[in-house]
């Protein structure tokens, strides 16, 4: 293990290590107007929800490390107490891209991203037109971490209206994670697509899931079985008693062909092939069948 004293590295250095270890990270694709009523466009990936009542959202633009400046979203956000949080999807994040570009005071970032400026309604603030979900925001407070370069300043935002393109709903009006084809923030260049890896993990049991500490010894103590693995048998209600796990593999001729004269570890081998596939019951029946 390499150890790293803050203290003892150049904010440069330790900024970079903490994005390269803490990712992926939500992208808010933020956008401000100046007291001139000038627009501003900006993407920051220190950002996440907070909240649902009050419905908060954070981000934080840091200050500049090379000389301590502030950026214009920080000082529109706390002059106007207004911005929109737009999310980013895989169809924008070039453009997204483009927009971080430090362009002078006075120059629109939509324009040079190519991005529709949409009027919103609750503030002066523009939306992204092509972001799938925008977020109106007033701003509540915005607490300043530190006043060197590098140090990041929460802005604590309320939603006030949310815009959600209908093109990323499913049919119980719900967002599907497949449509709206998100994009993060890693370290260094690197983006992650949502879709592209995706995998679900059902919550645990409404009920109350076994837990991995009752499990039988030799399902606990099996080098076949990932910590995963252990997680996904430990969250049933019951263990199969092994009279209805025999009924099962007796129904189910290609089971039983492959578990008769098998040792332990071929059975957890086989029953590892279950979970893999997320197919629990069929696992358990399996290993209570032994």
Known sequence: ????????????????????????????????????GTANLSPFSFFNVF??????????????????TTKHTLDNAVSTKEVVINVVNYDIVQ??????????????????????????????????????VQFECKVNEVVPMGQEGGAGNLVICEVLLMHINEDVMDENNRIDQHKIDLVARMGGNWYTRANMGMFEVPK???????GVDVLPEEVKASTIFTGNDLGKLGNVEVIPEKVKA??????????KSKIQQANLIEIHKFAKQYLDKDDIDTAWNILAAK
């Open 204 to 210: 645990p049991l409404s009920t109350m899931g076994i």
């Open 51 to 68: 909240s649902a009542n009050p419905p908060i959202l954070i981000f934080s633009p840091a200050r500049r490390v090379r000389d301590n």
């Open 246 to 255: 025999l009924e099962f593999v007796n129904n189910h001729m290609d089971i």
């Open 1 to 36: 293990m390499i150890t790293i004293d803050p203290s003892q590295v150049t904010t440069g250095k330790l900024h970079g290590l903490m994005l390269g270890a803490i990712g992926p990270r939500p992208i808010a694709f933020a956008s401000t107007i100046d007291d001139n």
């Open 95 to 132: 453009q997204m891209s483009l927009s971080s570009t430090e362009y002078p005071e006075g120059v629109n970032e939509f324009v040079k991203s190519g991005l529709t400026m949409v009027p919103s309604e609750k503030v002066k603030a523009y939306r992204v037109g092509e972001a799938p």
